[in-house]
T-cell receptor
Framework: NAGVTQTPKFQVLKTGQSMTLQCAQD?????MSWYRQDPGMGLRLIHY???????DQGEVPNGYNVSRSTTEDFPLRLLSAAPSQTSVYFC???????????FGPGTRLTVT | AQSVAQPEDQVNVAEGNPLTVKCTYS??????LFWYVQYPNRGLQFLLK??????LVKGSYGFEAEFNKSQTSFHLKKPSALVSDSALYFC???????????FGTGTRLTVIP
């Protein structure tokens, strides 16, 4: 199993540009989540999904959209990037709500 | 509402000595508690969790944690630290389950040879 994969590893955007961060898992996990990690702030939940077709907002959802059309994929979309979205983004998945999450390697995003 | 506090940004310990990384939490209802570790330029790796059952939880790499409901704490411990334990440690809590976690700000553990 590849586990949780994220692409790209690094990305630089200009303010106002849009992009999609890709996340895929091959463990048949129902639950998937997106977090951002900022220095001194730990990880904060952006959006999460409890299954295909079902998504919900986390702690910091503004400026981000998600969809879950398949069990395997959970892309995160930035519609109009802002410097405040400069961060490291982690995708995670888990089998169910009582099980630990598996994290991807992260995407480092810089918005100038 | 839920929150996690890791009161120490940095913990230094000599190799072979016991280590403790502190975590206190605030949550409505019964907590789901987790510890994760992050090595440089890597994603988070799961160490251990408490959902229900015994208050003393044993996890990966010889780590353990004790759930203390009265003190709302979930401190991470290891009897004998290794240099390879040096990393960033995160405590996380939820009241709705493992997929809606609130993370602490992290504690950087340095084990000195």
């Amino acid at each position: 199993n590849a586990g949780v994969t994220q692409t790209p590893k690094f990305q630089v955007l200009k303010t106002g540009q849009s992009m999609t961060l890709q996340c895929a898992q091959d463990m048949n996990h129902e639950y998937m989540s997106w977090y951002r990690q900022d220095p001194g702030m730990g990880l904060r939940l952006i959006h999460y999904s409890v299954g295909a077709g079902i998504t919900d907002q986390g702690e910091v959802p503004n400026g981000y959209n998600v969809s879950r059309s398949t069990t395997e994929d959970f892309p995160l979309r930035l519609l109009s990037a802002a410097p405040s979205q400069t961060s490291v983004y982690f995708c995670a998945s888990s089998y169910s709500n009582n099980y630990e999450q598996y994290f991807g390697p992260g995407t480092r995003l810089t918005v100038t | 509402a839920q929150s996690v506090a890791q009161p120490e940004d940095q913990v230094n310990v000599a190799e072979g000595n016991p280590l403790t990384v502190k975590c206190t939490y605030s949550v409505s209802g019964n907590p789901y508690l987790f510890w994760y570790v992050q090595y440089p330029n890597r994603g988070l790796q799961f160490l251990l969790k408490y959902i229900t059952g015994d208050n003393l939880v044993k996890g990966s790499y010889g780590f353990e944690a004790e759930f203390n409901k009265s003190q709302t704490s979930f401190h991470l411990k290891k009897p004998s630290a290794l240099v390879s334990d040096s990393a960033l440690y995160f405590c996380a809590v939820s009241y709705t389950g493992a997929n809606n976690l609130f993370f602490g700000t992290g504690t950087r553990l340095t084990v000195i040879p």
